[in-house]
């Protein structure tokens, strides 16, 4: 059974944020200390996988059904800049990080399947300036959009052991056109959902109203068979929790409830990203359910999962909401 078709039987949950967990495990002290490094958890990856091993493990744990690897900050372009790395040497990085996903989740032992989402993150992660959450990429066209992407899919389609790809935090819809173009161009034969980082729940981080995005991927859908087969869903994350359920509806308007949502935001993050080593964390556990009950209630919402400011606890709570609406329903 495919991903897809399983998310129709019932819903999953995804995992919670990696950079949080990491920077309450390492030191402000360590060479890998994450907290305004311009490769994040690759930070973490390079220097110790064993302890994004544990964070994938406690995230399975409580009860998480798909772990997202830590390539969001790790593409070619960036790996070339901030460590000198030729395409191998970035291949590997690759590898390592599914690979240490692919122990942690070796590691469950309650018999349950579990899936491996290949994490690629937008361009605005390699500018490094908070444009993930804004969409200002200055001149940057589609085309370098797509060169920019090109590697990390072909490498992800590739590897046995990645079961989905995730296209994560998209603000720009040139950056969705650039995916849309990059899938189809490669006959895609592996699922993948997209992702957008949103201003508000009716818009793009770049301002683009989300109407015509979702107009757009239900065209390609209608175009490709291949992209209609293996497209998930789209959905939003790395944005407020308090968008979501608006996000949901508006999307839910546009596209007549044919799209399936995944959704995993942040927990009372400030993403003003002015200065990247000052952001915070305001995380409310209480809310938190509320907004999970709340999700629940959407037919259309069937991956559910966390950002920033959430660790195993937000996903245990996740896991426990999922399940009691799955019993109540069943009944």
Same mark, same amino acid.
């Given at each position: 059974m495919s991903i897809k078709e399983l998310a129709q039987k019932r819903r999953l949950v995804l995992d919670g944020a990696m950079g949080t967990q990491l920077e309450e495990i390492i030191p402000p002290s360590s060479p890998?200390?994450?907290? #305004? %490094? $311009?490769?994040? %958890?690759?930070?973490?990856?390079? @220097?110790d996988p064993s302890i994004i091993e544990q964070v994938h493990r406690n995230y399975l744990e409580k009860g998480a059904d798909?772990?997202?690897?830590?390539?969001?900050?790790?593409?070619?372009?960036?790996?070339? !800049?901030?460590? #000198?790395? @030729?395409?191998e040497e970035t291949r590997n990085v690759w590898k390592i990080s599914v690979d240490t996903a692919k122990r942690a989740v070796d @590691?469950? %032992?309650?018999? @349950? !399947?579990? =899936?491996?989402?290949?994490?690629?993150? $937008?361009?605005?992660? =390699?500018?490094?300036?908070g444009a993930e959450y804004s969409g200002e990429y200055g001149d940057v066209g589609l085309g370098k959009l797509v060169e920019y992407h090109t590697e990390q899919v072909r490498f992800f389609l590739a590897n046995r052991d990645t079961d989905l790809i995730a296209f994560e935090t998209i603000p720009s819809f040139d950056e969705v056109k650039a995916i849309v173009e990059l899938v189809k161009s490669f006959n895609i034969s592996k699922e993948f959902y997209i992702c957008f980082s949103c201003k508000t729940s009716t818009t793009l981080a770049d301002g683009t109203d989300l109407r015509e995005v979702i107009q757009y991927i239900l065209q390609q859908r209608s175009i490709s068979s291949a992209f209609d087969q293996y497209l998930i869903g789209v959905g939003c994350n790395c944005v407020d929790f308090e968008l979501v359920t608006g996000f949901a509806n508006y999307v839910n308007e546009i596209s007549s409830s044919q799209l399936s949502l995944v959704v995993y935001p942040n927990l009372g993050f400030s993403n003003d990203m002015a200065d990247v080593s000052q952001y915070g964390f305001k995380s409310n556990t209480e809310k938190w359910k509320d907004a999970l009950e709340q999700w629940c209630k959407i037919p259309t919402i069937r991956l559910i999962g966390s950002c920033c400011s959430t660790g195993p606890n937000e996903i245990a709570v996740a896991r426990q909401v999922v399940d009691e609406t799955t019993r109540k329903q069943d009944k």
């Open positions: 890998m200390y994450v907290k #305004g %490094s $311009p490769l994040w %958890s690759t930070e973490v990856l390079l @220097g798909i772990i997202i690897t830590s390539t969001y900050q790790a593409s070619q372009a960036t790996l070339a !800049k901030h460590r #000198g790395m @030729g395409l @590691g469950v %032992s309650d018999g @349950g !399947k579990r =899936y491996i989402a290949g994490s690629i993150g $937008p361009f605005g992660a =390699y500018l490094a300036n």
